[in-house]
């Protein structure tokens, strides 16, 4: 069962808690923490370990049952939805939106598009070239390398 996933789930008291949870598994099986088929911890079971309401978890679950997520098997639990396709299009949507929020942030820092392009591109390249500080910018430059700027 799941519920090791939500254990690190740090909640923000700026947005609904349903919303969340929901989050946290659609983010989840995008990373493939969570497979199709996997159950998820009972109703109860979760509002005990994050501490909620149990009818925050219930509306987060019901959400996620119309949303084509989980499917709810009576009397044996809650199971990841097991249609591939479903969760290669959740996957698509959690990395538009990821970019989406990247490209927003680095306007607000006054970045152009070309120079955002230009510092991806550094970026990923630093990810690929063996003995690189692995894209971390904390991380010290490797000889040979030059700081982002």
Known sequence: MAGH?????????ERPIYLQII??????????????????????????????NPNTVQ?????MEYMGLVETQRGTGTFI?????????????????????????MVQLGCTGEQ?????????DSLATPGSSGGRPDAPAQEG???HG
Do not use: C, M
């Open 81 to 105: 939805s097991p249609d591939p396709e479903r969760w290669r299009q959740v996957r698509e949507e959690a990395i538009h939106a990821e970019l989406a929020r990247f490209i927003e942030t």
């Open 116 to 124: 955002i392009v230009t510092l991806v591109r550094a970026a990923v």
């Open 23 to 52: 989050e946290a598994v659609r983010l989840a099986v995008a990373r493939g923490a969570l497979a199709p088929g996997d159950q998820i911890p009972s109703q109860r079971d979760l509002a005990q370990q994050l501490r909620v």
């Open 5 to 13: 996933l939500f254990s690190n789930l740090d909640l923000d008291p």
């Open 59 to 63: 509306r987060a679950y019901r959400e």
């Open 145 to 147: 390398e030059t700081p």
